[in-house]
């Protein structure tokens, strides 16, 4: 079946780690999204990419980087320069735009700072 | 960049009533409204999504209507179970390439 897949389910980091957190996705689409997600607060955009070797700051984007260096990848990796890193984090993709709008999201993964 | 309300933020119903959400946007070039329910320790699911060429979708118990003019739209749900109780997030897709998110309504159906 396709999906995506983001690992681990819980990941805890000490103060002054980066962590990476995987995003994997075998549904053939081109852009894929990251997000933060606090209670109270919905879903914030953290960065997005539409191609390969290609993507973009979202609205907190600080502390965080990314990479996308193959279509069914996109790992987030949260740098002991992100203030406040625990939260639930998700990963989506879709269809190119003009062919579907719809996000599929995975599993999320709960970031715990110890 | 496009922004979206949604009210309220948290909802209780009966079993068997009915529950509704709303949701406004203020990108006038928004085309696309997708709502989502996320389950505890979940990702959210699309459970229906309408266009801007389209004023109402119903799905089963769920149905989306969409007023341009007023720039809002609204989730209906109709006779609640209680595997209905979860986070509702209305989303939009304007200008910008990506959705805009709500904040979120937690939905509680009690027995």
């Known amino acids: 079946d396709g999906g995506i897949t983001q690992s681990p389910k819980y990941l805890f980091r000490k103060e002054g780690q980066n962590v990476t957190l995987s995003c994997e996705q075998n549904?053939?689409?081109?852009?894929m999204y990251w997000y933060r997600q606090d209670p109270g607060q919905g879903l914030r955009l953290i960065y997005y990419s539409q191609i390969v070797n290609d993507f973009q700051k979202g609205d907190i984007a600080e502390g965080y980087s990314v990479s996308r260096e193959k279509k069914e990848s996109f790992p987030l990796t949260v740098t002991s320069a992100q203030k406040n890193p625990t939260a639930f984090y998700l990963c989506?993709?879709?269809?190119?735009?003009?062919?579907?709008?719809?996000?599929?999201f995975g599993s999320g993964t709960r970031l715990t700072v110890v | 960049g496009e922004n979206v309300e949604q009210h309220p933020s948290t909802l209780s119903v009966q079993e068997g009533d009915s529950a509704v959400i709303k949701c406004t946007y203020s990108d006038s070039a928004s085309n696309y409204f997708p709502w989502y329910k996320q389950e505890l320790g979940k990702g959210p699911q699309l459970i229906i999504d309408i266009r801007s060429n389209v004023g109402e979708k119903k799905d089963q118990r769920i149905a989306v209507t969409l007023n341009k003019t007023a720039k809002h739209f609204s989730l209906h749900i109709t006779e609640t179970q209680p595997e209905d109780s979860a986070v509702y997030f209305c989303?939009?897709?304007?200008?910008?390439?990506?959705?805009?998110f709500g904040s979120g309504t937690q939905l509680t159906v009690l027995p």
């Open positions: 989303a939009a897709k304007g200008s910008a390439r990506q959705l805009t």
């Open positions: 549904l053939n689409h081109d852009a």
């Open positions: 989506a993709s879709s269809i190119p735009q003009g062919r579907g709008y719809g996000y599929t």
